[in-house]
């Protein structure tokens, strides 16, 4: 349970972040956190793929990965979205 919440946390710190990044404005809360957990994973993905490790916890390092990832996914999403 308290490892969803460390995803949580990180998702919302990480969308919020990379949220800040693109675009300067949040997404709103929830889908800052979807995207920012689904930043994670894609981060971590990456960095795996690149010989690096991914997320590793609640760490600063994680975040970096995290917030990579997510503005990764909103520029992805952004594209997606202006299309429509």
Do not use: P, Q
């Amino acid at each position: 349970m308290s490892s969803i919440i460390g995803w949580i946390i990180l998702g919302l710190i990480a969308g919020f972040i990379a949220s800040k990044i693109v675009n300067k404005t949040g997404e709103g809360v929830l889908l800052d956190i979807a995207l920012g957990i689904v930043g994670a994973i894609v981060g971590g993905w990456l960095f795996n793929e690149f010989g690096h490790s991914g997320v590793t916890g609640l760490n600063l390092y994680s975040l970096l990965v995290a917030v990579v990832g997510a503005v990764l996914v909103l520029v992805i999403y952004h594209a997606i979205v202006r299309r429509r």
